[in-house]
């Protein structure tokens, strides 16, 4: 199994529809989380920590399940220009080595 | 600050051929991340320095890669020989500690060098 997964899509939606996308990680001692969010031809970037609690960020929401080992990103209201990969991320658990999703394409079309 | 900077941004060269690649972290910063990313494998560490010091490589993939950190302000990669295998976009990230461990924090990655090797 690897250690951390994800669909990697892509996800073809419509502007305004809301979005889910779902990471499942393998060691249950990880303590971090985060997304990322790559665009084409880009440079991966940091979109949004992920908090035992929850938290959002606009229309942006994240979850972390540590009992199902799993991570979730909540896009609402989708615009063209989320149309990105989001990339899930996993730290610590007994290393200091971050370990980084596929990724998960979504394209917003009109 | 301008963000951590890598050169060249594009890379061309032949099968054998030596290919250094540069990175320099963001001011500040105490660890230099070099990954690799491709299609098939997704993104992959391939080393790490705290301080420039070499923490792990054991993402890097065989004795034809090499990396340094010579300062704190400049990194280097290096493949030799290279193969058509090796080519992809390789990222250069960097982190400052704060408190807690650098698990929590944001890498900062650079815009990336897309190697080509034919």
């Known amino acids: 199994r690897k250690e951390v997964e994800q669909d990697p899509g892509p996800f073809n939606v419509p502007e305004g529809a809301t979005v889910a996308f779902n990471c499942t990680y393998s060691?249950?001692?990880?303590?971090?989380f985060f997304w990322y969010r790559q665009d084409c031809r880009k440079e991966p970037k940091l979109l949004m920590s992920?908090?035992?609690s929850g938290n959002e960020d606009g229309r942006f929401t994240a979850q972390l399940n540590r009992a199902s080992q799993y991570i979730s990103l909540l896009i609402r209201d989708s615009k063209l220009s989320d149309s990105a990969t989001y990339l899930c991320v996993v730290n610590g658990g007994g290393s200091y080595i971050p370990t980084f999703g596929r990724g998960t394409s979504l394209i917003v079309h009109p | 600050d301008a963000g951590v900077i890598q050169s060249p941004r594009h890379e061309v060269t032949e099968m054998g051929q030596e290919v250094t690649l540069r990175c320099k972290p963001i001011?500040?910063?105490?660890?230099l991340f070099w990954y690799r990313q491709t299609m098939m494998r997704g993104l992959e560490l391939l080393i790490y320095?705290?301080?420039?010091?070499?923490?792990?490589d054991s993402g890097m993939p065989e004795d034809r890669f090499s990396a340094k950190m010579p300062n704190a302000s400049f990194s280097t990669l290096k493949i030799q020989p290279s193969e058509p295998r090796d080519s992809a976009v390789y990222f250069c990230?960097?982190?400052?500690?704060?408190?807690?461990?650098?698990?929590?924090?944001?890498?900062?990655f650079g815009p990336g060098t897309r190697l080509t090797v034919l």
């Open positions: 992920v908090y035992s």
């Open positions: 001011s500040g910063h105490d660890y």
């Open positions: 990230a960097s982190t400052m500690l704060q408190t807690g461990a650098f698990e929590y924090n944001e890498q900062f």
């Open positions: 060691n249950s001692a990880s303590q971090s």
């Open positions: 320095f705290n301080n420039n010091v070499p923490i792990d």
